[in-house]
């Protein structure tokens, strides 16, 4: 047997022992051949074969012999331009160990390019790591591949992804930033002269989000299938995406689309599952702690369960609801399941409604299921309609509508906080839709539910810019863009003008309420405007940029006093109070009819077309009158009539019906008035035949009744309360009436009071005075309504004056229309027309002048005092008469026990009780 030398061993060992660890060699695969345009230089070959690294992966580096050239991973390129077949030398090393090919090659002839087409986008997760591959869509396609042509594809430099070289996979290099990334691709043919070029847009995914107030859950102890109730919530962050739920957790089920983990077994203590969410690109995995508790009760539903969705409601619109799902278990928690339906879906764990299509006519039944953790359930049927307030006889909604003149503002200079005022308008087609502003240009805002934008910042005088303005009514939303200038706003707004309205006591609810009051600004000239606000209350409200003043509840009796504050651009207020927006009742006149008695109930007669109002109380019961009172006022105190002349009222009523007034409000009166008129008709009235009345000719020298002595007769029977048939049969039989009676009364009257004409020496105040005297006297008698007698007087008045003061008047009786009114402005033309004729003259304090003339005031006051004497006479006289009768009849029956009558030739008698 041969030893080894020691030495030799040990030196054999030490060579083993230094000698180089060699790795794998790149792997060529394929078939070793090659294609290559024709008659083109530096022209790709295109390979049949692929070369991998060897088992250890390690980088390959690339040369080639020969005239050619290797560019970048192992492209081979020709020098120069070749018309044959040839072959090539190829090595490939890992840097220790080379592989060496020679790759056969032929020629072909490349006519066509190449082009890019499809989906050029892709996604990747936000946590991928580097060498992910990234899944593209689009395509490459050239007409001379089946020659032999192929592609080469680059990327334009950057340092998150690369591509390969021959197969166009596109994958990850370094950690993502959020992106989105636009990878600019070139695609090349063998000929490598016209390459097709495009974007790839990555977007990066963001990780599902597991939030609320922790990650873990509570199920039913002892009930198997029990659901997960989780403290946590599930989101993703990219809109748009859908997740899809997992778990490996044995003994869990999980429903893929909702991500409802139940529980396979019956539970009596905690644990752990892990749950996997994903959007389709990135992926969370999260571990749920979850404890057990006792679930006793069931869920129930309680409430409105309709619901309403416009008919173009997008797909994803959260449609309201109002009904209440509860578990008074404080450990359970609800989840909510809709029967299979097609356009709309529930939120599993919040209940929230939307829809997930287009919608059609509806309604729409959809059953509803709540569960408690147990699965315990409780049922109902949500009712949803379509168009619920925008369907009018089957026209959809209308969108607010942006107009005025144009989308335009204007904006003081240097005032945070500065209103925009607006040259456009906003409005809606559907009365009763509520409109609701909203802004997201930055450093603007909405302020409150007006649409009035201001700015948060002060802004430069001559700057220009834009702001984008939505509005919704609720269904329709549509945005416009603003373009504002900025002014410069020195002065500040004043409130001016009468600062009083009226409006009807039965005004309803959005009856604009004239106003007179104006406001000013030295700025508006320059763009500036208004805005307007009342202080809270609950019956007017006014429009911010109109000022308009409407009701918005139903009136009270007032008055109401409005705290008014206008603002400027710059936002500096004027502030005033709109005093006494009174309240005025209309015209009433009301009939109670009981028999053949008509009984007028008293009433407050305010005719709505003029400034003043007059208070008109007339009553006529069983023949009593109580004598009017015109009480001319302003119409903002109308509400106060009652309370203002109870007094008055109070006294006439008393005097003719022995009967206290019981009233301090309009409503007050008219409930007390119709209690009266109720109980007058029902008293007592005389009935049969009355005696003859006495035979007036007309003539006393015959010794027949005078004709004050025969109505006296007339007067007598009323007042004994005989119906008014039987009094008038009697007047019938008398066969005067007609001749001497009210038709003569009532002719002369109205002759004299249409005929009446201002006299040459009768002035203003006397004319005015003698035609009321005359209507008065229609009036007391009937002949005339108190609605009547304000245009009769207004017109005679003007009609009747003289021609020379008629001549000058004429403007002031067109544009003035109340009889009080036009009486002092035409007072005032005189006098100024007497002051020029007087203007030379000294007036002295006598009562005459030197000639003996009566001064003009004196002719007035002497006007005044002849007509009150003369109606102070005319009562006299009839008080003085009725007097001495009334003392005759109490002599008479005090002597004799018996009753006083006239008999039938107008002489009296007595007859025994």
Known sequence: MALHHPVAALLSLVGLLISPVTGAAPVFSGAETAKVASGVADAAMVPGYTVAPGAD????????????????????????????????????????????????????????????????????????????????????????????????????????????????????????????????????????????????????????????????????????????????????????????????????????????????ASLSSGGTYDLTASDGTATKTQAITFTTFVDANNPTITGDMTAKVANDAPVGTTVTTSYTAADTDADDKLWYELAANSEFEI??????????????????????????????????????????????????????????????????????????????????????????????????????????????????????????????????????????????????????????????????????????????????????????????????????????????????VGPYNLALTVKDSKRTAATETIVDAGVYLPCCFTEVSAGRTSVPVPHINIPQNGRKCVLNVGVLYAQKKVPNSRIPVNQSSCPHLISQNKNVLSHNFYRALKLELKADTPEDLSNWLHSVGQRQVKKKVTTGNPRRLSIFLGDVTKGEATYDRWRYEIRSLQHEKYRTGDIIEAIRRSKFDSVYGMVVIKETILLKFYGARQGENEDITSWSCRLEDILDRALERGLVTAGETIDMLRSMFWTGLLSDLKDISGHKYDSVKEFDKLRIELRMIEQEEEQGKKSKQIVTESLTDKAGNVPHQMKELIGMMESVSSKVSNMSEQLTELSGIVHHQQQESSNTGGRYHPNSRGQSTYQKR
């Open 57 to 264: 992966g390690d980088t390959i580096d690339y040369t080639v012999a020969g005239a050619f050239t290797v560019v970048g991973a192992g492209l081979v390129t020709t020098n120069d331009a070749v018309t044959a077949a040839g072959t090539y030398e190829l090595t490939a090393t890992d840097g220790t160990n080379p592989t060496v090919k020679t790759i056969n090659y032929d020629v072909f002839t490349d006519a066509a390019d190449p082009a890019i087409s499809g989906d050029l986008t892709a996604k990747v997760a936000k946590d991928a790591a580097s060498g992910t591959t990234v899944t593209t869509s689009y395509t490459v396609t050239d007409t001379d591949t089946t020659n032999g042509d192929g592609f080469t594809y680059e990327l334009a430099a950057n340092t998150e992804f690369e591509i390969g070289l021959f197969d166009g996979v596109l994958k990850t290099k370094a950690t993502l930033g959020d992106g989105p990334y636009s990878l600019a691709l070139t695609v090349k043919d063998s000929k490598r002269t016209n390459p097709a070029t495009a974007n790839i847009a990555v977007t990066v995914k963001q990780l599902p989000v597991f939030g609320g107030t922790g990650n873990t859950a509570k199920v039913a102890a002892g009930h198997a299938g029990a659901a997960m109730i989780p403290a946590y919530t599930i989101t993703d962050p990219d809109d748009g995406d859908t997740l899809t739920y997992s778990t490996q957790t044995a003994s869990f089920t999980i429903d893929s689309a909702t991500g409802l983990v139940t529980s396979d």
């Open 347 to 556: 939120g599993l764990f919040d209940g929230v409604l939307k829809t997930k299509a287009a919608m059609g006519a509806g309604p729409y039944n959809l059953q509803l299921t709540v569960k408690d953790s147990k699965r315990s359930s409780a049922t109902g049927t949500i009712v949803v309609s379509v168009n619920h307030k925008h369907v009018f006889g089957g026209t959809a909604n209308t969108a607010p509508v942006f107009g005025g003149t144009a989308n335009t503002a204007k904006v003081a200079a240097g005032t945070p906080n500065a209103a925009m005022i607006p040259a456009y308008t906003v409005t809606d087609a559907e009365t009763g839709d509520t409109l609701v502003f909203s802004t997201q240009t930055a450093n603007m805002a909405v302020v409150g539910a007006t649409g009035l934008v201001t700015t948060d910042n002060a802004l430069n005088a001559d700057d220009t810019g834009t702001y984008a303005l939505a509005v919704t009514d609720g269904t329709a939303t549509v945005t416009e863009t603003i373009t504002y200038t900025v002014f410069t706003n020195n002065a500040d707004p004043v409130i001016g003008g009468t600062l009083t309205a009226t409006v009807a006591k039965s005004a309803t609810v959005g009856t604009t309420v004239t106003t007179s009051f104006t406001v000013t600004d030295a700025d508006t000239d320059n763009g500036d405007g208004f805005t307007y606000e009342l202080a809270a209350n609950s019956e007017f409200e006014i429009g911010l940029w109109d000022g308009v003043l409407k009701t918005k509840a139903a009136m009270g």
